[in-house]
């Protein structure tokens, strides 16, 4: 019962969409201060490649080392992402192109290879991994077993990350002000709030949960590195924001549901159906379309609609 | 001392050009930081790249070949961003550029090469164009943000592009050869669909004078028409454009239209110039990303149609002498660390242009004026 189809597509579109949960609630925290950052592709991958470098170096224990690995993968993605801050927010540029620039600077053919290659990580076997781990023995449990318990500690890291940001946003004043600065920076300032803190604070968080979805990849899901690890989740992730309306519940749903997009040719292919994997590939890309479609058009603005000063530069003397 | 940032009422032209200018010494610099920080000489990095971009014998043939698809998505970003339109789907429309292309070359085997050159170029422009409609439209009658559609549609013609030559048995597909057998390819195109090249010492691609052409063309539609001028009034005051009657929609298809017609010019001399295949291998056409370096060739060029073909050749040479000098002296990784750094300051250079950096003594009233800041306002 637990190899059936259901619960193996499942059960991997958890494993996924994992870094897509991570990465997808950074950039809603981004762009709930109303700042678009396309950059998340790179900041995966400098995540990626500088977490897998610290599990080579650091030594030590495996659980601490892993720890203190996500940990770097954050620094990292924080860093990248700071460049972008000082671009868009005080120097007040283009975000959709600093966002891609940054995809550049930082992506497959730019930083994250050029450390992968200067710190000699490529086909050197991991040290260490997240192992599925089982703490209540419950992993043959039917149905519900591979689902819930056979998974990495990531994962649950993950569930309490989407709890923890659901509440910041709905339920503490901080979350509050970003959402004033995301839908209104002018109304925001006026209140006292500063802007900018509020959306430096914002992007580099993202940043650094990008940086640890990139680590999901190079720790636990394919434990090495390779240029262009991360192979497009960076988008999906953004795709993701979109379609889960800017809010981290939804957020959750949405990453399970395209990561098993992103699995199912594999898992039906282990299984000798054939059916055109890029149709699978291709869906969460058109399902973000068609929700984009119903976010813009008139009927659902007001309860669905994306944050009103998103992707627009704050200006205080130009109000 | 305060640093205040005034916006100009006149922008100065020399200043047009000492920014850009300025960014590059600004960029070269930080990277030769970076390359002293991991340990290589920025000198003798500078003056191998230098070499093998322009001066090593055959390094200038090789950077024409590297700079004709940028010239054509740099042209199409720089045609959509100056209407504050943000099509990046050029990737996408490049894509659906080479499947137009190939299709009208292998459909017309048999005919004369000038036939087929222009059927590719027209097929080429049409699929792209036709490409690009659907977030034009999208964003002409739904107001749907263009800039996700047209990125989200980039993955969509990728993986359309896998289908047709790796999981279906279609028009493009080569199913007889033997190498097919092996490895999923296209069908290669009949000999007179290839474009013709000029020149000896340098030669010089028919794609590259197509693209000067095309950047020459839009350049004139911009600003010597009434078509040019209408985009320029949306793209500063959309509401003044309302007010006077100009009909936004149809202009916002038409730019669309071109916009994706430009990046499926490149996508057709992909093909007529040196693929003579339709290429769905994710490390061939794919792995470029011309369409995403398109929008920085037009960031860089300030969306100008000459200064376009100017930065495509400059990084056309940089990606060039990349690929030649790859090895352990020369990172991977480190063309993209530079172009990404050559953007950044470029784009932070833009605030000299539109605004002007004072310096004055903090004064009293100012400081009184200033808003609690997010910590004292959090500890209330």
């Known amino acids: 019962m637990n190899n059936s189809i259901l619960v193996v597509i499942v059960a991997s579109g958890i494993a996924y969409g994992t870094p897509l949960l991570f990465a997808a609630l950074g950039e809603l925290l981004a762009e709930r201060s109303g700042v678009l950052n396309l950059g998340v592709e790179g900041m995966m991958l400098v995540g990626a490649v500088m977490g897998f470098w610290a599990v080579q170096t650091i030594g030590g224990p495996g659980r601490t080392t892993l720890v203190l690995a996500v940990l770097v993968a954050a620094i990292a993605g924080a860093l990248v992402a700071l460049i972008f801050a000082f671009l868009v927010i005080t120097l007040r540029a283009n975000q959709i192109v600093s966002g891609l620039a940054l995809t550049i600077f930082a992506g497959a053919a730019g930083l994250s290879s050029y450390l992968g290659n200067d710190l000699g990580l490529a086909d050197s076997p991991a040290e260490h991994q997240f192992e599925p781990v089982d703490p209540f023995g419950l992993a043959d449990v039917p149905v519900l077993g591979p689902i819930l318990f056979g998974q990495t500690w990531l994962i649950y890291v993950s569930w309490v990350l989407v709890v923890v940001i659901s509440l910041y946003l709905n339920r503490t004043r901080p979350g509050l002000n970003v959402r004033a600065v995301g839908e209104s920076p002018q109304t925001a300032d006026a209140m006292g709030i500063s802007v900018s803190a509020y959306r430096y604070a914002h992007v580099l968080a993202g940043g650094a949960l990008a940086g640890v ?9 394919t434990p090495q590195w390779v240029d262009g690890l991360t192979g497009g989740a960076g988008w999906i992730a953004i795709a993701l924001v979109i379609f889960s309306f800017w809010r981290p519940e939804l957020c959750l749903v949405g990453a399970y549901f395209f990561g098993a997009f992103q699995a199912l040719p ?11 994997p890029e149709l699978f590939q291709a869906l969460p890309y058109l399902m973000t379309i068609v929700v984009l479609v119903i976010v813009s058009s008139g009927i659902s603005k007001r309860r669905l609609g994306a944050p009103g000063a998103l992707g627009v530069p704050f200006v205080r003397e130009e109000r | 001392m305060t640093v205040r940032i005034e916006r100009r009422l006149t922008q100065p032209h020399w200043l047009k050009v000492a920014v850009p200018a300025g960014s590059l010494v600004v960029a ?22 230098f070499e093998a971009a322009f001066t090593a014998p055959g390094a200038l043939t090789q950077t024409l070949i590297g700079a004709t698809p ?16 943000f099509n990046i789907g050029g990737e996408g429309q490049l894509y659906f550029g080479t499947i137009g292309a190939s299709a009208a070359g292998l459909l017309l085997a048999g005919h004369s090469a000038p036939v087929l050159i222009v059927a590719m170029i027209v097929a080429g422009f049409a699929s792209g164009a036709a490409w690009a409609l659907i977030p034009g439209f999208l964003r002409a009658y739904l107001s749907t943000n263009e800039i996700i559609t047209s990125l989200m549609l980039n993955y969509v013609a990728g993986l359309f592009l896998t289908y047709l030559i790796f999981d279906s048995h279609s028009y493009w597909r080569d199913t007889t050869s033997a190498s097919a057998a092996v490895f999923p390819i296209g069908k290669v195109l009949p000999d007179a669909a290839n474009w013709p090249t000029f020149g000896s010492s340098v030669v010089i691609p028919f794609g590259f004078l197509l693209g000067v ?4 063309l839009l350049w004139v539609l911009y600003s010597r028409t009434r078509f040019g001028f209408e985009v320029q009034v949306m793209s500063d005051s959309p509401r003044a454009a309302r007010y006077s009657g100009m009909r936004t929609r149809r202009k916002i298809l038409a730019v669309m239209a071109l916009s994706g017609g430009l990046a499926g010019l490149g996508g057709a001399s992909q093909v007529g110039d040196f693929l003579h295949t339709l290429d769905a291998d994710p490390k061939g056409l794919r792995a470029y990303g011309y369409g995403y370096t398109g929008i920085v060739v037009a960031a860089l060029a300030r969306y100008n149609p000459f200064a376009v073909v100017l930065i495509a050749f400059l990084l056309g040479g940089l990606q060039n002498a990349g690929a030649a000098l790859q090895g352990p002296d ?10 990404g750094m050559i953007l950044f300051t470029a784009l932070g250079g833009e605030l000299l242009v539109r605004y002007r950096v004072r310096f004055a003594r903090r004064r009293p009233v100012v400081a009184a004026a200033e808003p609690k800041t997010p910590a004292s306002e959090a500890a209330r």
């Open chain 2, 213 to 216: 052409v095309a950047a020459t």
């Open chain 1, 213 to 221: 979805g990139g680590a999901c990849f190079s720790l636990a899901l």
């Open chain 2, 330 to 339: 020369f990172p991977s990784g480190l063309v993209g660390v530079m172009e």
């Open chain 2, 28 to 49: 070269f610099f930080l990277i030769a930081i970076v390359l002293l920080a991991t340990g290589h000489d920025p000198a003798a990095t500078y003056r191998d790249l």
């Open chain 2, 70 to 85: 940028l010239i054509f998505t740099g042209l199409a970003a720089a045609a959509a961003f100056r209407m504050n339109l």
């Open chain 1, 266 to 276: 594999f898992t039906l292919q282990a299984r000798g159906v054939t059916i055109a």
